[in-house]
T-cell receptor, first 116, second 111 residues
Framework: KAGVTQTPRYLIKTRGQQVTLSCSPISGHRSVSWYQQTPGQGLQFLFEYFSETQRNKGNFPGRFSGRQFSNSRSEMNVSTLELGDSALYLC???????????????FGPGTRLTVL | AQSVAQPEDQVNVAEGNPLTVKCTYSVSGNPYLFWYVQYPNRGLQFLLKYITGDNLVKGSYGFEAEFNKSQTSFHLKKPSALVSDSALYFCAAEGNNRLAFGKGNQVVVIP
């Protein structure tokens, strides 16, 4: 089985721009979660989607949004970029039908976003 | 809310010696605990998880973890460390389909 894929792998943007990141989950996985990783804050949960519905959301401003398509692929969008948005954005997929879930989240390689 | 603590920033160990990476947790409800490893410029790779049952969990690459309910700990162990085990290790607790991660431990295996 192919793993979780994320595109693009690297992005450079300037302040005020917006960006869209894409994630394709493992085949058969219906839950997709997004995390932000920075040296200062570590790994922080952004949101989780299941069957095209946002089921869970972390403590991030409304500039961060996401969606999930019927094939379980997910996108996240960050508008009005700030310097502090520079981070590695990780996507994870799992079966996760029930909450709480005992299913393993499998991570993609991440998208490295640099905001100048 | 779930929280995880990894008290050490870096763990140095000589190749061939036992490796231990410490993790303590605070959760409401049943603890579902995970260990992941991250190599430079890569995503997180799943090592093992504790859901229920045997307190000693065996995982990938020779790693195992011991769940201790009374001490609320879930330490990662490997009997004999390899140089290739040098990486960043994360402990995580599941809560409402989100993972709460510890800050991570940098493991350095010295040849």
């Amino acid at each position: 089985k192919a793993g979780v894929t994320q595109t693009p792998r690297y992005l450079i943007k300037t302040r005020g721009q917006q960006v869209t990141l894409s994630c394709s989950p493992i085949s058969g996985h219906r839950s997709v979660s997004w995390y932000q990783q920075t040296p200062g804050q570590g790994l922080q949960f952004l949101f989780e989607y299941f069957s095209e519905t946002q089921r869970n959301k972390g403590n991030f401003p409304g500039r961060f949004s996401g969606r999930q398509f019927s094939n379980s692929r997910s996108e996240m969008n960050v508008s009005t970029l700030e310097l502090g948005d520079s981070a590695l954005y990780l996507c994870a997929s799992s079966l996760a039908g029930q909450v709480p879930s005992t299913d393993t989240q499998y991570f993609g390689p991440g998208t490295r976003l640099t905001v100048l | 809310a779930q929280s995880v603590a990894q008290p050490e920033d870096q763990v140095n160990v000589a190749e061939g010696n036992p490796l231990t990476v410490k993790c303590t947790y605070s959760v409401s409800g049943n603890p579902y605990l995970f260990w992941y490893v991250q190599y430079p410029n890569r995503g997180l790779q799943f090592l093992l998880k504790y859901i229920t049952g045997d307190n000693l969990v065996k995982g990938s690459y020779g790693f195992e973890a011991e769940f201790n309910k009374s001490q609320t700990s879930f330490h990662l162990k490997k009997p004999s460390a390899l140089v290739s085990d040098s990486a960043l290790y994360f402990c995580a607790a599941e809560g409402n389909n989100r993972l709460a991660f510890g800050k991570g431990n940098q493991v350095v295996v010295i040849p």
